[in-house]
């Protein structure tokens, strides 16, 4: 098996990169930055976005793993401790491919035949460089309203716990083939009007949002942030590619949520409960 590591480049994901580095040579894998079969991510999300958009060529053949070396993040398992009996797993194969959905992102242009296509594992966004983003919205070709506000928001399932929920998106299973518009301060009076809600779209939709105000659109596929000039319309659906990870334990994607955004503020309000007692 060959393996390539992608760290946050900070002194405790280095040192966890040369560890994991020598505990797999010995265990008889090859370092190969070119073509791995698992890659594993030292850092946070953020480190294991930008290894996904590396490898992206090799969703079909590589999958990946998390390890944190900060807060505990929804693509990364294993805790730093942990590093050694991961080796050994890694080593022995004793794991499973967990799929996880991604959106295709494509950019249809006014004056050419050509278009870009991207791949998102959390989140793509559209803003304008004006003040006011002016899109219209179609589902399945069929008009379903004119956008008007800051900008709109298209998330993955597992990108649902990140942007789209501070939008006031839902939190949705990455088992459900499924991708999520949410809006970016709306305007909303008797004039203008939108839908206000997040709407959640399974996979045979495709969301098209068309210009009504300006050619030029900054749009962001994760972390990248690109600007596209002279666009005719974005469309989203749910890609056919998918991003793997390799499970070796079960880690119930409801326990990250409960982990990340609950359980330490019930361990604050029973701290406090027992302090007045």
Same mark, same amino acid.
């Given at each position: 098996?060959?393996?390539?590591?992608?760290?946050?480049? @900070?002194?405790?994901?280095?040192?966890?990169?040369? +560890?994991?580095? &020598?505990? =797999?040579? @010995?265990?008889?894998?090859?370092?190969?930055?070119? +073509?791995?079969? &698992?890659? =594993?991510?030292?850092?946070?999300?953020?480190?294991?976005?930008?290894?996904?958009?590396?490898?992206?060529?090799?969703?079909?053949?590589?999958?990946?793993?998390?390890?944190?070396?900060?807060?505990l993040g929804f693509y990364a398992d294993w805790k730093p401790s942990e590093i050694e009996k991961l080796v050994i797993l890694i080593a022995r194969q004793e794991f499973e491919v967990v799929e996880y959905p991604l959106i295709e992102v494509t950019i249809n242009y006014r004056h050419s035949e050509k278009s870009a296509s991207y791949l998102a594992l959390n989140e793509s966004t559209v803003k304008s460089p004006d003040v006011t983003l002016v899109m219209d919205v179609e589902l399945n070709g069929e008009h379903f309203e004119r956008f008007r506000g800051d900008g709109l928001c298209m998330s993955t399932p597992s990108g649902s716990t990140a942007y789209s929920k501070s939008l006031g998106g839902a939190i949705i299973h990455p088992s459900l083939p499924s991708m999520q518009l949410t809006e970016m301060a709306s305007i909303n009076n008797r004039v203008f009007r939108t839908v206000g809600s997040p709407l959640i779209l399974p996979d045979h939709h495709v969301c098209t949002l068309t210009p009504v105000k300006g050619p030029d659109f900054m749009v962001t596929v994760d972390h990248l942030q690109l600007l596209h000039k002279d666009v005719k319309s974005i469309e989203y659906k749910v890609a056919n590619e998918k991003m793997g990870f390799a499970r070796f334990r079960p880690f119930p994607f409801w326990k990250r949520v409960n982990e990340s955004f609950v359980a330490s503020d019930l361990i604050f309000e029973r701290e406090d409960d027992e302090t007045k007692n």
């Open positions: 098996m060959k393996f390539t590591i992608q760290s946050r480049n @900070d002194e405790i994901s280095n040192k966890l990169m040369k +560890e994991a580095r &020598i505990y =797999l040579r @010995d265990f008889g894998l090859k370092y190969d930055e070119e +073509e791995p079969d &698992i890659v =594993l991510s030292i850092g946070g999300d953020g480190t294991l976005l930008h290894a996904f958009h590396k490898y992206i060529h090799r969703l079909d053949t590589t999958s990946f793993v998390g390890i944190h070396t900060g807060h």
